[in-house]
């Protein structure tokens, strides 16, 4: 069963820092570069110099060494400061899509890691991120402190910890970021009711959404602790990585389709291909309008029951493909057509899926990148909805790389976890 636990989050200091949407930076990878730059720029104490340390040498590794004095300097300043008190925080996200105003609430707790009921899934993507695993481990290890947490969702049809959510005092931190989505947080100070919500997640399973080489460098960097310390008990706080956990039943995390853009295969004939297809899906034409995505997002969806994908090839229609054969339960739309197309027809598997595909959440970016003959072609994809996407991993179905979004993304630099700050 899931053990959670209450920490001491470190915080910034809204008195020094002022606007905290300035200070927060969403959760990206060292190769986006524009998104780095754009938030180090945003203010001199973003959170993305301390997880994306520019370096003063060309030494590669003393970027650790700038982070751990980055994050010295700001904590004897008070710019962050660590709770006195154990926590465990409510957190709660608002924000419009499809024209509903959404609210999102959950907790930010430290959770044990290598719980048997924490399911980490399994992709056919993250043994691409070796590289990315050493430098987050690397990070962590020079800072004690993680900036960001992991994203996990859990069910909660009873309700059992909803109830324990429920608050009518403001909250201690109320912002809205630079994408429009509010944050809010508030502090669980209170023995009893931090004890009531620990006892209400002992039945339930945690599945990791996003943050699995997070979960894995915390894994790593407990393992090395564990071997340096002089009379390990267990209860130290590297035995526990912060996790945001959130329910998929009511109000449940968005979810976004993410689709592929198909580059560098430009001696593919587009009516060779449809003819290729057709042999396995049922191939419907439809004329469109240039950027005419909300007609090609409603077909989809219309046809979602029949895993329907779109296929767009640069001119005036688009194709809806259904597999022709009935297709496995447990089946996703993402693994028909890696399997059926962008393997068999055109040869993109693992090891080269980086040099011919791009994916994006946005139907708009797929088709301006295929009509402007940057890519070749564009696949479609339907969001697939947290409820599924816990279904399956939690039967151990091992997903392809990048098969849905959920949205909004966690940002980082809200609450922050130090482990030298904590009680063992």
């Known amino acids: 069963m899931a053990e959670i636990k209450e920490f001491k989050g470190l915080l910034y200091d809204s008195d020094i820092v002022g606007d905290m949407s300035s200070v927060i930076a969403p959760h990206c990878h060292s190769a986006e570069e524009d998104t780095i730059k754009k938030f180090y720029a945003s203010h001199p104490f973003n959170v993305i110099r301390l997880e994306y340390p520019s370096s003063v040498s060309e030494k590669n590794d003393e970027k650790y060494t700038v982070a751990a004095e980055t994050l010295r300097k700001w904590l004897e300043t008070g710019i962050l400061k660590a709770d006195e008190k154990n926590c465990i925080y409510i957190y709660e996200q608002e924000y419009i899509i499809n024209g509903q105003i959404i609210k999102n609430r959950g907790i930010i707790c430290s959770v044990k ?12 993507n993250y043994k691409m991120y070796n590289a990315y695993k050493s430098d987050r481990y690397n990070l962590m290890r020079a800072t004690e402190t993680e900036f960001s947490s992991i994203f996990s969702i859990y069910r909660d049809e009873d309700k059992s910890v909803a109830r324990l959510l429920e608050t009518s005092a403001a909250p201690d931190i109320d912002f809205k970021d630079v994408y429009d989505i509010t944050h809010r947080i508030w502090r669980i100070k209170d023995v009893e009711k931090i004890t009531n919500i620990k006892q209400a997640f002992k039945n339930k399973k945690l599945v990791i959404a996003d943050g699995h080489v997070r979960y894995e460098t915390a894994v790593n960097y407990k393992n090395k602790m564990k071997s340096e310390v002089v009379e390990y008990s267990g209860k130290e706080s590297f035995n526990y990585v912060m996790m945001n956990l959130m329910p998929i039943t009511d109000n449940a995390p968005s979810v976004l389709a993410v689709h592929r853009i198909i580059k560098n295969k430009q001696g593919y004939d587009s009516d060779a291909v449809i003819d ?32 329907a994908i779109a296929m767009f090839c640069g001119k005036d229609y688009y194709y809806i493909l259904t597999p022709k054969n009935e297709v496995p339960q447990n089946m996703t739309d993402a693994e028909i057509l890696h399997n059926e197309i962008l393997y068999k027809i055109f040869g993109i598997n693992d090891e080269n899926s980086k040099k011919h595909i791009a994916f994006t959440t946005s139907m708009y970016e797929a088709e301006k990148r295929v009509r402007e003959e940057e890519a070749q072609y564009a696949f479609y994809l339907n969001p697939m909805t947290a409820s599924a996407y816990f279904d399956l991993n939690e039967e151990g179905k091992t997903l392809p790389k990048r098969t849905n979004s959920f949205y909004p993304k966690l940002m980082m630099g809200i609450v922050m976890n130090k482990f030298d700050e904590q009680e063992v």
């Not at 419907?284 to 969806?301: F, G, Q």
Request: glycine letters at 2%.
């Open 276 to 307: 290729t297809i057709s042999s396995e899906f049922n191939v419907e034409k439809s004329y469109i309008r240039d950027y005419d995505c909300d007609k090609i997002e409603a077909k989809l969806l219309s046809e979602k029951e029949n895993h």
């Open 113 to 124: 890691l290598e719980d048997k009921d924490i399911i980490t899934g399994k992709t056919t």
